[in-house]
Each structure stands twice: as structure tokens, then as C-alpha cells.
């Protein structure tokens, strides 16, 4: 039997994660990380309404919860960076950074502190045993539901001390289960938007932060020509295409975001199609150059490229044409199931 702390955000997928752990004999106490301060009313994982979700479903269980104050190294680590990109032109994962950043370091070292064996997640993943006892981590058996893409930056000393109960079950198994355990979090339905960020309005939340970002400048063609106008580059990314404001023959779709001229570029969908993308900020166990999969954002394609890593730089040569790379998301790579590493993308052509 392990002492096993599970972070728990309200919803059902922490839930019966917790659960399944009592279940199988553990000792469980839940903890859920208050992120955002003050009496909000946002529904998400970040608010006051997950923390009451998650003690409910606790004394439903019989075991201890607690909540942990989290909220100036969220807006710290999380909020602040999510800002600077943005207006810096570039396409933030606050999930990925909360990950890295807050859970499996910050809460990770506090329930240490709290003699516990394991930080369990519900998260849709997995942690395989290669050869020497290496723990690795995998995709979830779930393919529509795999969360691996949001946790590439774990550290094998992470993977040592976390469970992931949920990552051989399917979503509607993991509802039935739900079902099955009485928990009151059962029907709770899922958050899809970014969970500090009001009505999922980047460009507002971003402006009240950086106002200073919010340069008005033109919308250009590839030629130069300008075609219409915008108010600030924050909350553009390459292959948008809503919200651009402007006419013509033909949809544009966002090529490029220049901060330093307040200038965005847009075209065919076409020109944002890479075949080489770059990425730094890297984490890799893979070899110098190998074959993979890879995607540049959470729903996007899986696309098999060839991967070099080196100089602290990471480099995909794809095998076909990748849609839409953006500056700051993640390129997250795969071999088979195990994820090989990832970076933070710089450029892409």
C-alpha cells in the first residue's frame, strides 16, 4: 500500500482516479491546487466551484482533502508567461507550462514534504517500464482522449513518484465508473477552454495585462499590400482565419505576426503549410537523429518526420507538409507510444 496524493480539479477524470487508487488499497488524500485568488466565479478547474466539487467528491470516498494556495505561482509561472507570449506574437500552452511549472514540480515538492509515495493525476496517459526499470512516458490507450502531447517536460525523476490510474481506460469507461462509485462529479461536463481566461477571450484578457502590446498596424498580403487593419497583434497565430476583418477573393488565413513593425501577414492556406519545423527550449531522450511522429498542437495531425537533435535545438524534417506551425506552441514527438521528447517551436518553413 502506497500514500498516494491525488490532484484533484473537480472534475470527473481526477475523481475516480482517486477512487480507483482507495479502492486498490491505498492510502489517498485528495489536494486540489487553488490557482486563481480571490471569490471568482469561473467553472473550471482553476475556480472555487472545482475546489467544492473536489471536496464533495472526497468525503463521498472518506478521505482527507485538502486544498493548497497556489495562486501567485500560477500567475507567476503560468499567467504571466501566457501574456508575454502573446504579445510577443507568439501561440502559448498555459496547460503545458502549468504541467511542467505548477503540478509536477511545485505540487510534486509539497506533498513530498507530506511523506507521500505518489502524486496521481486523471490524466490520459500512461508510464511504461523499459529496460533497467526506465519508466517512460506513453500515450493513453484512449487515442481521443491521450493527453501525453500536455506532459512531454516530465522529468524521469516525475515519472518515478506519479500515477496515472486513467490511462488504460477510455473516457465512457471512466464515466461508467464515475457512475458506478456514486461520485456526485459523475455528470460534471468538461472544461475546453483555457480555465483563467473569461469567456476564452485571449485578446481582452490579454490587453488588460499588456496594454502597452496592443499597437495598432496593418494586415498585409504577400505581396505587402495592405488589406485591412487590426489593433494590436496579441491573439493572432499562424492559420487563423476568423476575425481578420478583412474581404477579398478567396479565404486568408495568418502567415506570420511581425511585433516589431505591428504588422500581420496573411494569405492562401497554403503558405502556412511547413515541411521543417525548429523548436528550442528542449527536452529529449531520444537519439541524435531518428524517426518519429510528431503534431504542433494538441488536435492536430500525427505526422511521421525525421527528428535531429542538436546544440540544444530540435529540428523535424517532415514527410508532408505540416498545417499551420506557430511560434510558441509545442512540437511533441512519439516513437510508437513512448514520447521521445519536444521543444517549444521557434520558426518553421
Not at 38 to 54: P, Q
Not at 69 to 77: D, G, I, L, N, V
Request: glycine share 10%.
Amino acid at each position: 500500500m502506497a500514500r498516494v496524493f491525488v490532484a484533484m480539479s473537480g472534475g470527473v477524470d481526477s475523481s475516480v482516479a482517486a477512487a480507483l487508487l482507495l479502492r486498490a488499497g491505498h492510502d489517498v488524500t485528495g489536494v486540489t491546487m487553488r490557482l486563481l485568488p480571490g471569490e471568482d466565479d469561473i467553472a473550471g478547474c482553476c475556480s472555487l466551484d472545482g475546489v467544492r466539487a473536489a471536496k464533495r467528491v472526497c468525503d463521498a470516498l472518506g478521505v482527507p482533502h485538502y486544498t493548497l494556495e497556489f495562486s501567485q505561482e500560477f500567475e507567476r509561472e503560468v499567467i504571466e508567461r501566457y501574456c508575454d507570449d502573446y504579445a510577443a506574437g507568439r501561440t502559448p500552452n498555459p496547460c503545458i507550462v502549468c504541467n511542467d511549472r505548477i503540478k509536477f514540480s511545485e505540487l510534486m515538492r509539497r506533498v513530498a514534504l507530506q511523506d507521500a509515495d505518489f502524486l496521481a493525476t486523471g490524466h490520459y496517459a500512461r508510464i511504461v517500464t523499459l529496460g533497467q526499470g526506465r519508466h517512460r512516458l506513453a500515450r493513453g490507450v484512449d487515442t481521443a482522449k491521450d493527453q501525453s502531447y500536455f506532459l512531454y517536460r516530465m522529468t524521469p525523476a516525475q515519472l518515478d513518484r506519479t500515477l496515472f490510474p486513467l490511462g488504460k481506460l477510455t473516457k465512457p469507461e471512466v464515466r461508467e465508473l464515475a457512475r458506478s462509485f456514486s461520485l456526485p462529479t459523475a455528470e460534471r461536463p468538461e472544461s475546453q477552454e483555457t480555465c483563467f481566461v473569461p469567456d476564452d477571450d485571449v485578446r481582452s484578457f490579454v490587453r488588460e495585462r499588456r496594454p502597452d502590446a496592443f499597437v495598432a498596424g496593418d494586415i498585409v498580403d504577400g505581396s505587402g499590400q495592405a488589406v485591412g487593419t487590426h489593433d494590436g497583434v496579441p491573439g493572432f497565430t499562424i492559420g487563423q482565419r476568423r476575425g481578420l476583418g478583412i474581404s477579398g477573393p478567396g479565404r486568408s488565413f495568418v502567415t506570420g505576426v511581425d511585433t516589431a513593425h505591428a504588422t500581420v501577414s496573411v494569405g492562401p492556406k497554403s503558405a502556412t503549410v511547413a515541411r521543417t519545423v525548429l523548436a528550442a527550449d528542449v527536452v529529449w531522450s531520444g537519439a541524435a537523429e531518428q524517426r518519429v511522429t510528431a503534431r504542433v498542437r494538441y488536435r492536430g495531425p500525427e505526422i511521421a518526420a525525421t527528428a535531429t537533435f542538436r546544440d540544444a535545438r530540435l529540428a523535424l524534417r517532415f514527410d508532408e507538409g505540416i498545417d499551420a506551425p506557430a511560434p510558441g506552441q509545442a512540437l511533441v514527438c512519439w516513437d510508437g507510444d513512448i514520447v521521445v521528447g519536444g521543444g517549444v517551436i521557434e520558426e518553421a518553413s
